[in-house]
Nanobody, 115 residues
Framework: QVQLVESGGGLVQAGGSLRLSCAAS????????MRWYRQAPGKELELVAV???????NYADSVKGRFTNSRDNAANTVYLQMNSLKPEDTAVYYC?????????WGQGTQVIVSS
């Protein structure tokens, strides 16, 4: 059974930092691209960052230069380091493992950035 468990969310002041973690089990972690999405209240789901199975990364323009997505295949974990947080980063953040049409989602972790 595949499980993705996010952690690290919370309340932070604007300009602060948080590091989200997504621990995976039940899958060959290293062969999956890992993606972070977020959904703000009343808004659509937004792709924030991707780290591919070979470690390449891509970011949404809205977070480029502030967020860093990385993976530790030995620990079956992906991280999203979020710096210089803004109130508009407030959302529920989800990780997803994706490969060849197979998609597995975590339960989400709430991030609230106060101004």
């Amino acid at each position: 059974q595949v499980q993705l468990v996010e952690s690290g969310g919370g309340l932070v002041q604007a300009g602060g930092s948080l590091r989200l973690s997504c621990a995976a089990s039940g899958l060959t972690f290293g062969s999956y691209a890992m993606r972070w999405y977020r959904q703000a209240p009343g808004k659509e789901l937004e792709l924030v960052a991707v780290v591919s199975d070979d470690g390449g990364t891509n970011y949404a323009d809205s977070v480029k230069g502030r967020f860093t997505n990385s993976r530790d295949n030995a620990a079956n974990t992906v991280y999203l380091q979020m710096n210089s947080l803004k109130p508009e980063d407030t959302a529920v953040y989800y990780c997803k493992a994706a490969k060849w049409g197979y998609n597995y989602w975590g339960q989400g972790t709430q991030v609230i950035v106060s101004s």
